[in-house]
């Protein structure tokens, strides 16, 4: 089993992807965000890598325009060599990749010129994947589409419109339930037809389930008939609600008992999960740290590092008890450990103890630090009490003395990020 994120990632250095307006478009200005994006995908991996991430959704906006006619250069071609540098760390790692084409994509539309534009957009999708040379068990996800009035044509236009496509992207292209129009059960019932995988997402079966009553380990278990051996392990879309959102929005981060209880259910180990959580990556370490068979509590003091100082800030009750916790080295108390930080996290601060949380952080830097930026950040502290300045600019006065004097234990932390 692997447990994975989607497309960006919190608190990691060189990873942001870049993009601009159509207008700015040129073939100089096109080449230096691809460069970019590749060079942040690459860190990207080198992360997944480095925290036993085998499960990673590459972001759509890797080329810009990728499928628009507006970026007539052969970036494939162009860039061909880090492709395969890549392309060679993810197999080399196990790691698994997919896409996962916008609401835009729609192979069902009424619309030529809309299927037209998705079967480019699918072509895209194909031509980074193949660029990468990684297997056709690393998938591109797509839903169905739109009603349009008329269900059952619209599910007919779909299958003849996917039986139009290129082997290379049929051979790749797997389908999901969504959270309006097309339930798992319809979803099975193409998928099964058209021999394509099927994914199941709990959170959209959660808000539109099947008339036809089943446990959603039920579902998964008639999604894994869809998926053959050279398909890869059966996947599947893991969230959580947003209590205090619409249904369907994803919630901050992933909680680790409610994922425990899910995790046990399935009583399977062949099987990868796609996190769907806005804090990306930090709740996929949690998974599977919280799954992890190797129990080594070096994992749990490596993720105190980067969290310790956003719990202290919110919360130094749950501070000193996770402290506490951490002293018994022969132990691996995982689930309890992230019950303190997420309790923290659901704290609600107080002024005394963001200071008290500052005046740590400024402990690191206030016998290098020069008279001026002690003068400035005392300064912005006292403003804070007094309700003039921010928290934001606290931690920009911090965030910026810790790459000037490049405080490595900082340079991870949890606590300018959350």
């Not at 480095?50 to 507006?70: A, E, H, Q, T, Y």
């Not at 030529?112 to 996800?141: E, Q």
């Not at 959580?240 to 369907?248: A, E, L, R």
Request: a neutral charge; one cysteine or more; hydrophobic letters at 35%.
């Amino acid at each position: 089993m692997s447990i994975g994120y989607a497309c960006l990632t919190i608190g990691v250095f060189s990873t942001n992807l870049k993009s601009c307006v159509l207008r700015n478009v040129n073939e100089e200005k096109l080449l230096d965000l691809i460069s970019n994006n590749l060079n942040s995908l690459e860190n990207i991996i080198d992360y997944n890598i480095k925290n036993n991430i085998k499960l990673f959704r590459i972001s759509s906006d890797l080329i810009p325009f990728g499928s628009n006619s507006v970026n007539n250069i052969s970036w494939w071609d162009i860039f061909f060599e880090k492709f395969q540098k890549i392309g060679t760390k993810i197999q080399e790692n196990g790691m698994r990749v997919s896409m996962h084409p916008g609401q835009y994509t729609v192979l069902n539309s009424p619309s030529l010129d809309v299927v037209n534009r998705a079967i480019d957009d699918l072509k895209y999708h194909t031509r980074v994947l193949n660029s990468l040379g990684v297997s056709k068990a690393n998938k591109i996800i797509l839903h169905i589409g739109g009603v349009y009035n008329d269900k059952k044509q619209a599910i007919n236009r779909f299958i003849d419109n996917y039986n139009n496509l290129e082997e290379s992207i049929k051979e790749r292209l797997v389908i999901e339930n969504d959270d309006k129009s097309y339930n798992i059960n319809d979803v099975l019932e193409i998928g099964t037809k058209l021999k394509i995988p099927v994914i199941f997402d709990n959170l959209h079966n959660y808000i539109n389930s099947s008339e036809e009553e089943k446990s959603q380990i039920d579902w998964i278990n008639e999604c894994e008939k869809t998926w053959s051996i050279k398909d890869g392990y059966q996947k599947i879309h893991y969230s959580q609600q947003n209590i205090i959102k619409k249904p369907g929005s994803h919630s901050k981060s992933i909680n680790i008992n409610e994922f425990i209880s899910f995790y046990e259910c399935l009583g399977r180990n062949d099987i990868d999960i796609m996190l769907e959580v806005k804090d990306k990556n930090l709740s996929a370490v949690k998974c599977i740290n919280g799954t992890s068979i190797d129990k080594d509590i070096k994992v749990l003091e490596i993720e105190w590092s980067r969290y310790k100082y956003k719990v202290l800030e919110s919360s130094p009750a749950n501070y000193a008890k996770i402290r506490n916790l951490l002293k018994d080295k022969n132990n691996y108390p995982v689930i309890e450990f992230y019950n303190l930080i997420e309790n923290a996290m659901e704290t609600e601060i107080t002024t005394g103890n963001v200071i008290n949380a500052a005046l740590h952080i400024w402990g690191y830097f206030k016998k290098n630090a020069s008279e001026k930026e002690k003068i400035s950040f005392l300064k912005i502290v006292d403003e804070y009490e007094n309700g003039v300045a921010s928290i934001s600019k606290i931690k920009n006065s911090l965030w910026r003395m810790t790459i000037k004097y490049n405080e490595e234990y900082l340079l991870h932390s949890y606590y300018f990020v959350l």
